[in-house]
């Protein structure tokens, strides 16, 4: 074990990928000089680990911008034989490639009646919390669940981003990996040896036997604060985080939900057609008698994100509104009056 | 102009005549309604498509448009399984999800049609880096349309294969017309003449009823992407004879007067049938070309009529590799 960042964990994992079959290839803006930090050593070429001087020019490419461009190519080249990983940096640059998203990457398998494989992961950094105004703040993964074909992974945890990223690269289809800015600088211990994460089985943050709280991306860390505040006041939380959202780990929240009989959900995402709102909906048909009380999200409003510290900050689920949600499915009162977002 | 063997322009000649005869039966099935929706065909365009397709190797990659039952002929594809998927059947080259517009055959290099206007190309841009990454001496060709021609991604792609010298053709069919919309009005300039921008060689092929002049200039494309100078852009004229699909009713007359008549006179299979007469082959041989195609069509009818359609089971394979994940 050794501790990594979060972003130290892709890096790490991108890594092994490479040494472990040639057919990886990583490609993006600025992927060569490092920007991000999950293509080297450090922030010099002459740093230990640089992907530029270990793998070559053929094999780390610097693309131009043109992401329409970049995400069709990478789909044909996965369906001729390369493991493209892509770097869009930003996650809300992802829009100026939705006709190759919708159309190629997630329709031509199927399409072409099984022809095609696709075995490519586009990587993208949900910019949000850090004040960059609206262009830059987006957590578009709701509208890509949307997209059968595609596979959806948004790791919280560096262990979690590390393994996941194994198994998205090993994957023969098409995976979206939305990775939280506020989370790269998180660390914890992680195994530096390869291994893989499967893809579609949750991560149980915290056992509990009173409530569910459901939560992805960075709402992670703000519920198990959330339910280490509540544990002091007898209320015990379970923390489900589903790591991957296609597949969905319904199994694991099921199981959860039917044990504590309530259900919170917190995403970062908007409210309306979120994850939030598909897992909601799974658990009201699948089982709704087991539930105690109604069910609770806690996401961002449908609106845009503001640029002032001010306003952004009460955008997404915090430990606050959170452990607010969790104290009305117990019918606990309220400690103070809860801010727009839930 | 290298010198051809006999086969290979016998070759040619009926691959042309299989296009013509393939798309002529899917126009009557439609019309008929044996084939659900609707097809577009590459009547009158089959030069171009031929002289393309038959310059790249086996082996080579290509990505085709909503008009692209003539690219997997043109490059080898059997008929039976092509005719099967435009029925819908379980025999269908696609196993009957994809149909006319998304027809795909990986044993020829076929990497799929597409029916977003411009969206493959960048498919096929991808093949050649496969190729360049791979090392492994493909050659990677988009077809696209004059309509395309004006699609943003047409130029991230050529962008890209300029500056990563890939083994790329961008093969543009300037058939004249966006569906109703000449292509002239909506296009700044010649379309080949981009390439400069882009610093790689732009070819027009005036003559593109001619599959000679085409595959001589796709062939010194290729030689050119093989060996590793990078890309280039092909336009071909030519001339689409029919609708934009089949069973569309235009109100509107958008065709010059006597226009289609003067393309008509320059028919590509006619044009080579008479080349192919004063090469020496005989009237028997040409008139036999004609023969097989109508009989190998007549087969991949039947082909087709005598497939089951597909069970409904098949609608929730194939998204995923693991038939687990779909939900």
């Not at chain 1, 609106?303 to 915090?318: A, N, R």
């Not at chain 2, 349309?145 to 991604?153: K, P, R």
């Not at chain 2, 060996?227 to 689409?240: H, I, K, W």
Request: hydrophobic share 45%; net charge negative.
């Amino acid at each position: 074990m050794t501790v990594m960042s979060y972003l130290g964990a892709i890096g790490a994992a991108q890594r092994e990928a490479m040494d472990a079959d040639e057919r990886v290839i990583i490609i993006g803006e600025d992927v060569e000089a490092n920007v991000y930090g999950t293509t080297g050593g450090g922030k010099s070429r002459s740093d230990k680990g640089d992907f530029l001087q270990r793998y070559g020019k053929n094999r780390i490419r610097n693309t131009p911008i043109s992401e329409e461009g970049i995400v069709g190519a990478a789909a044909g080249a996965a369906m001729t034989g390369l493991r493209p990983i892509v770097d869009l940096s930003y996650s809300s640059f992802l829009y100026m490639a939705m006709d190759q998203f919708v159309n190629q990457v997630a329709k031509n398998r199927y399409m072409f009646g099984g022809q095609a494989s696709m075995p490519v992961v586009f990587r993208s950094a949900m910019f949000y919390g850090l004040n960059t105004g609206a262009h830059h703040s987006d957590r578009p993964y709701p509208m890509f669940m949307n997209v059968p074909g595609l596979k959806i992974i948004a790791p919280a945890t560096p262990a979690d981003a590390k393994g996941l990223l194994r198994s998205a690269v090993d994957s023969d289809d098409p995976i979206l990996s939305f990775e939280a800015c506020l989370l790269w600088s998180a660390k914890e211990d992680v195994d530096e040896n390869e291994f893989w994460i499967p893809l579609g089985v949750a991560r149980t943050a915290r056992e509990g036997t009173d409530v569910t709280v459901v939560a992805i991306s960075s709402s992670v860390p703000e519920a198990v604060a959330a339910a280490e505040e509540l544990a002091r006041e007898g209320v015990s939380v379970e923390v489900i985080d589903p790591r991957t959202l296609v597949p969905l780990d319904r199994d694991a929240i099921l199981r959860s939900v039917a044990k504590t009989g309530r259900l919170v959900v917190a995403e970062p995402a908007h409210r309306t057609c979120g994850a939030a709102a598909e897992i909601s909906a799974l658990v009201a048909e699948e089982i709704f008698d087991s539930l105690k009380a109604p069910i609770i999200r806690v996401t961002a409003p449908d609106m845009q994100i503001p640029f002032s510290p001010s306003l952004e900050k009460q955008m997404y689920p915090t430990k606050a509104t959170i452990a607010a949600a969790i104290r009305r499915v117990v019918d606990l009162p309220a400690l103070q009056p809860v801010a727009a977002a839930v | 102009m290298a010198e051809l063997a006999r086969d290979t322009l016998r070759e040619m000649q009926l691959r042309m005549l299989r296009i013509r005869a393939f798309d002529e039966r899917a126009s009557k099935m439609v019309k008929r309604g044996h084939i659900p929706g609707t097809v577009h065909t590459s009547i009158g365009q089959e030069a171009q498509v031929v002289g393309a397709t038959m310059a790249l190797g086996a082996g080579d990659y290509m990505s085709g448009n909503h008009r692209s039952h003539g690219h997997p002929i043109g490059k080898g594809s059997p008929l039976g399984p092509l005719m099967a998927e435009l029925v819908g059947k379980a025999t269908g080259v696609c196993k009957g999800k994809g149909g006319s517009l998304h027809l795909a055959d990986f044993a020829v290099g076929s990497l799929g049609e597409s029916g977003i206007v411009g969206s493959s190309i960048p498919i096929a841009n991808g093949a050649a880096l496969s190729s360049k990454v791979l090392n492994n001496g493909k050659v990677a060709l988009a077809f696209f349309g004059d309509g395309a021609a004006n699609q943003g991604v047409l130029y991230e792609s050529m962008n890209m294969a300029g500056v990563w010298d890939l083994p790329m053709i961008f093969l543009c069919e300037n058939n004249q017309y966006a569906l109703s919309t000449p292509a002239h009005t909506v296009t700044s300039g010649i379309i080949s003449e981009r390439a400069a921008g882009f610093g790689m060689p732009g070819i027009r092929v005036e003559e593109g009823q001619d599959v000679l002049a085409v595959y001589d200039a796709v062939s010194e494309a290729v030689a050119r992407a093989r060996a590793g100078d990078g890309p280039t852009l092909v336009e071909v004229m030519t001339y689409r004879y029919n609708e934009h699909s089949e069973g569309l009713r235009l109100g509107t007359d958008y065709r010059n007067a006597g226009e289609r008549e003067a393309w008509l006179k320059k028919d590509p299979i006619v044009l080579f049938r008479h080349y192919l007469a004063s090469q020496g082959f005989s009237d028997d041989e040409l008139d036999g070309l004609q023969a097989t195609a109508l009989a190998e069509v007549d087969a991949a009818v039947a082909f087709s009529d005598a497939s089951p359609y597909p069970d409904l089971s098949v609608a929730f394979d194939d998204l995923y590799t693991d038939k687990e994940s779909a939900a």
